[in-house]
């Protein structure tokens, strides 16, 4: 009888969720896969939420979230939890994804034990290590300990080919997050949200990085609020993230403002069809910035940097900042510029096809 491959995806945050469980899916359905899922819980309750939505039952559930939990107690939870499942699975190849902390954590505890680590979004880099926080890092340091890299783009190739990491182990295979939409967006969705927001241009917000706290996200949002003002016919709806320090700052700058909603985290099919409805999306979140697209909607992102240049140079995405005043005239130049409008909805998502876990699945086949 052959043996199988033994593989352990390894993720804990709900955007992770979002883009592995398409990737868990696709390597389950393959007899030469023994396939097991660990996820930390660096997210909760939004982290359940996926994986209910894809019916993926985690293996080991490591439960590591904790109120006010830090870097640092992030980090070494993961690194203490996982040391005994990969002592006891003893896998052939762990696979993480993108650039969080858990991601980070697992790729070292991998390493400490000389087991595979394949890195899943592999390549991305604003280079400069602070920006975004901690995320910048984690890429870069996942990058020196992994054997296999599945790029969604060229270009995040290319940045590891400057970083000399070997060419035979660098895939171009695109985003998981466009795989997801499949499982997602339905063309009878309804909701009251959508019942409310009616006619109006429908703009969807996310924003919740680390480097936005405190004034940034003031800015950034009071340009928002200043155009919910100005018209008539636009709404907007923003799932506000947990953490009381946004909630404290969209309560205050959104107060007694009637043409939002703020509303609790959405569950991913909630939100992948609210954006699909939506006119024009705001964000400082990271897979956003490669899913709207997909669906026809120009992405403002509200950021100083982005580690995904190819939407900006593709022409879906723009790089507004935080400055209050960029955010008010960028959202209002699409908004009464129809032209502009289509010509960032039409260009083309340099982020994939769809087919990403297939394309993963195939090459780790190969490999092994």
């Given at each position: 009888?052959?043996?199988?491959?033994?593989?352990?995806?390894?993720?804990?945050?709900?955007?992770d969720?979002?883009?592995?469980?398409p990737?868990?899916?696709?390597?389950?359905?393959?007899?030469?896969?023994?396939?097991?899922?660990?996820?930390?819980?660096?997210?909760?309750?939004?982290?359940?939420?996926?994986?209910?939505?894809?019916?993926?039952?985690?293996?080991?559930?490591?439960?590591?979230m904790?109120?006010?939990?830090?870097?640092?107690?992030?980090?070494?939870?993961?690194?203490?939890?996982?040391?005994?499942?990969?002592?006891?699975?003893?896998?052939?190849?762990?696979?993480?994804?993108?650039?969080?902390?858990?991601?980070y954590?697992?790729?070292v505890?991998?390493?400490?034990?000389?087991?595979?680590?394949?890195?899943?979004?592999?390549?991305?880099r604003?280079?400069?290590?602070?920006?975004?926080?901690?995320?910048?890092?984690?890429?870069?340091?996942?990058?020196?300990?992994?054997k296999?890299?599945?790029?969604?783009?060229?270009?995040?190739?290319?940045?590891?080919?400057?970083?000399?990491?070997?060419?035979?182990?660098?895939?171009?295979?695109?985003?998981?997050?466009?795989?997801?939409?499949?499982?997602t967006?339905?063309?009878?969705?309804?909701?009251?949200?959508?019942?409310?927001?009616?006619?109006?241009?429908?703009?969807?917000?996310t924003?919740?990085?680390?480097?936005?706290?405190?004034?940034?996200?003031?800015?950034?949002?009071r340009?928002?609020?200043?155009?919910?003002d100005?018209?008539?016919?636009?709404?907007?709806?923003?799932?506000?993230?947990?953490?009381?320090?946004?909630?404290?700052?969209a309560?205050?700058?959104?107060?007694?403002?009637?043409?939002?909603?703020?509303?609790e985290?959405?569950?991913?099919?909630?939100?992948?069809?609210?954006?699909?409805?939506?006119?024009?999306?705001?964000?400082?979140?990271?897979?956003?910035?490669?899913?709207?697209?997909?669906?026809?909607?120009p992405v403002?992102?509200?950021?100083d940097?982005?580690?995904?240049?190819?939407?900006?140079?593709?022409?879906?995405?723009?790089?507004?900042?935080t400055?209050?005043?960029t955010?008010?005239?960028?959202?209002?130049?699409?908004?009464?510029?129809?032209?502009?409008?289509?010509?960032?909805?039409?260009?083309?998502?340099?982020?994939?096809?769809?087919?990403?876990?297939?394309?993963?699945?195939?090459?780790?086949?190969?490999?092994?």
């Amino acid at each position: 009888m052959t043996k199988k491959t033994k593989i352990l995806l390894v993720f804990g945050t709900r955007p992770d969720a979002i883009k592995m469980c398409p990737l868990v899916i696709e390597m389950k359905k393959r007899a030469c896969f023994d396939v097991k899922v660990c996820v930390t819980g660096q997210h909760r309750e939004m982290l359940h939420q996926v994986l209910d939505v894809f019916e993926v039952v985690p293996d080991y559930d490591m439960q590591i979230m904790k109120d006010g939990q830090s870097l640092f107690d992030v980090t070494t939870e993961t690194m203490n939890c996982l040391h005994p499942v990969l002592i006891e699975y003893k896998p052939d190849l762990v696979l993480v994804h993108g650039d969080t902390s858990t991601a980070y954590a697992a790729a070292v505890t991998a390493f400490y034990l000389k087991i595979a680590v394949g890195h899943v979004e592999a390549g991305l880099r604003t280079y400069n290590i602070y920006s975004p926080f901690p995320e910048e890092f984690n890429r870069q340091a996942i990058s020196i300990v992994a054997k296999y890299y599945f790029c969604p783009t060229a270009r995040a190739a290319d940045n590891l080919a400057r970083e000399n990491r070997p060419d035979n182990n660098v895939f171009v295979v695109g985003n998981t997050c466009i795989d997801a939409l499949k499982y997602t967006v339905r063309e009878s969705y309804h909701s009251e949200l959508l019942d409310w927001a009616g006619d109006s241009r429908l703009l969807t917000i996310t924003a919740h990085r680390r480097e936005n706290l405190d004034l940034p996200m003031h800015q950034m949002l009071r340009g928002i609020r200043r155009v919910l003002d100005h018209y008539t016919d636009v709404k907007a709806i923003y799932p506000v993230h947990m953490n009381p320090e946004v909630r404290q700052v969209a309560e205050t700058v959104f107060a007694d403002c009637n043409k939002i909603r703020l509303i609790e985290p959405m569950d991913i099919v909630d939100f992948h069809n609210v954006m699909a409805h939506s006119y024009l999306v705001l964000t400082d979140s990271g897979g956003i910035q490669e899913e709207a697209p997909s669906l026809g909607k120009p992405v403002l992102v509200m950021r100083d940097t982005t580690e995904r240049p190819e939407g900006i140079e593709a022409g879906t995405l723009r790089l507004v900042g935080t400055c209050e005043e960029t955010v008010y005239h960028t959202c209002r130049e699409l908004l009464d510029n129809p032209e502009e409008y289509r010509r960032m909805s039409m260009k083309q998502n340099p982020y994939g096809d769809g087919n990403a876990s297939v394309k993963i699945a195939n090459i780790i086949e190969s490999v092994y």
